[in-house]
């Protein structure tokens, strides 16, 4: 059942977020080349740019704003992704590398 109540309320002034991610200026940006099958990446997280190649590759463009962040999602597409061009924090070119060198270690 429903009963409509002649209960009002004033909104809230400020506005909720969802939490999402928003890039800032001085926040790195690297471009990727993605293999075809790992285009879901444009899917699932905030990319600035894409550009499609006559093979079916993508390059995007991403923020960073966390290495660990970039080290996961680059682990995680292996050898489906490349890192082509950073700016900002020169260090991003290498941490693919870097970051499989700790897990290997482990080993």
């Not at 002649?6 to 939490?19: A, I, K, V, Y």
């Amino acid at each position: 059942d429903i009963e409509v109540l002649g209960e009002t309320f004033e909104p809230p002034e400020e506005q909720r977020t969802l939490g999402l991610f928003e890039a800032r200026a001085d926040d790195p940006r690297v471009v990727l080349e993605l293999d075809p099958e790992a285009a879901w990446v444009v899917e699932v997280y905030p990319v600035e740019a894409v550009e499609a190649a006559e093979d079916g590759r993508l390059r995007v463009t991403l923020a960073v704003s966390a290495r660990p962040w970039l080290e996961r999602l680059l682990l995680r597409l292996g050898p489906r992704a490349r890192v082509v061009e950073v700016t900002g924090d020169r260090k991003l070119a290498e941490c693919a590398h870097e970051a499989a060198q700790r897990v290997l270690a482990r080993y």
